[in-house]
């Protein structure tokens, strides 16, 4: 069974530029997730999709973020303008039943100069 | 804000030696989950235990859930250099979002 996929690796950008980064979840699972994870700290939620709605995007920030996941498969989430804190790795997960055992992507490392 | 929130920060032992780390959390939940990073990876699932559930095991690993204290707790018997890694509980509350705690760096040396 092939895992979660993502891309690039890894990205570096100076700020106020823009970036976007892909995952393509497992075969089957309906429920995709963005992580964004600041060195030294736990993962935090940016965005919860079921199929291709939006379940829970409440600590995604709006006015730079945004996500999309057409056709309830991949999806690609979009920083625009970053700022450096915005410096993280970001992780995708994919669920097949939601809140249960979330499998990981292996992230991409986004440093903003 | 972080619903769970591990202990110690940092561990180091020997090999062969145990782990023991620790998960408190705040409001009541549905179910609590274990995951493993290590450096530069993704998160691995390692274990998930039901809010009626006190035990549960898998390989090397024992958690423990006291809903009452509201806290849970991950051993790692006969610890490898290879169980070298963070260690993240996450709760599953009312609603479908895990939360993440901050994590258990624990360093076994061979």
């Known amino acids: 069974e092939a895992g979660v996929a993502q891309s690039p690796r890894y990205k570096i950008i100076e700020k106020r530029q823009s970036v976007a980064f892909w995952c393509n979840p497992i075969?089957?699972?309906?429920?995709l997730y963005w992580y964004q994870q600041i060195l030294g700290q736990g993962p935090k939620l940016l965005i919860q999709?079921?199929?291709?709605?939006?379940?829970?995007d409440s600590q995604l920030p709006k006015d730079r973020f945004s996500a999309e996941r057409l056709k309830g498969v991949d999806s690609t989430l979009k920083i625009q303008p970053a700022k450096l804190e915005d410096s993280a790795v970001y992780l995708c997960?994919?669920?097949?039943?939601?809140?249960?055992?979330?499998?990981f992507g292996p992230g991409t490392r986004l440093t903003v100069t | 804000s972080q619903q769970g929130e591990e202990d110690p920060q940092a561990l180091s032992i020997q090999e062969g030696e145990n782990a023991t780390m620790n998960c408190s959390y705040k409001?009541?939940?549905?179910?609590l989950q274990w995951y493993r990073q290590n450096s530069g990876r993704g998160l691995v699932h390692l274990i998930l235990i039901r809010s009626n559930e006190r035990e549960k095991h898998s390989g090397r690993l024992r958690v423990t859930l006291d809903t009452s204290k509201k806290s849970s707790s991950l051993l790692i018997t006969a610890s490898r250099a290879a169980d070298t890694a963070s260690y993240f509980c996450a709760t599953k509350a009312a609603g479908n979002k895990l939360t993440f705690g901050g994590g258990t760096r624990v360093l076994v040396k061979p």
């Open positions: 075969s089957g699972h309906a429920t």
């Open positions: 409001t009541s939940i549905n179910n």
């Open positions: 997960a994919s669920s097949l039943v939601t809140g249960y055992e979330q499998y």
């Open positions: 999709f079921q199929n291709n709605g939006v379940v829970d």
